[in-house]
């Protein structure tokens, strides 16, 4: 009877440590900003490296409309293809923690938007269509911008 009555305390000791890491998981470190935003904090070299993949974005999407405007799809299937799911590797695994669920599903939804323009462009070659969807991908920058900041919290 003793030893039932400890592996119930230890099936509770335990779901409690789970549900604790899961909480740490779905909100990820955020603070309120005073900026109305979430901000997520960050290293310095994290901080560093997710910005510097919201500057290849940008060009990437730059880049896009040049090419769909003078209906080179080859360019736009390999820049979409960059900006993707591919990409993803160069991400630092210690932000896999750091970064809010949502937050996360936003930024994966943005790439797999990327990869199917990239199918799209190569496979349909209709210039209306990649417009339509880099416009829609780019609703995705809008939103997280809208909600997030980063901040780095080594050099404070
Ligand atoms: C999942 C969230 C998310 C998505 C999606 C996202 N961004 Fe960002 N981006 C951020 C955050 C957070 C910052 C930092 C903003 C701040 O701290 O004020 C940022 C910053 C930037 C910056 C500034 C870079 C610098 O060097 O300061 C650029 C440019 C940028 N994003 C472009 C884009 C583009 C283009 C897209 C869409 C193709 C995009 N982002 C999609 C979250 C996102």
Redesign the pocket.
Known sequence: MKSCKLSWLLVAMLSMIVAVFTYKFTVGEVKPSDDGRLA?QLSKDERNA???E??T??QN?QGMLAAVSAQDFATVANLAKS?GMAAEAETPGSLFRKIPVE??K??FD?RQKFDEIAIDAEKLKDSQHTIKQIST??N??V???AT????DITSR
């Open positions: 997520v997710l910005l510097l919201m500057r974005w940008l999407s900006s937050m996360k936003l930024g943005t991908a780019m995705n920058c939103a997280c911008h997030y900041r980063f901040v």
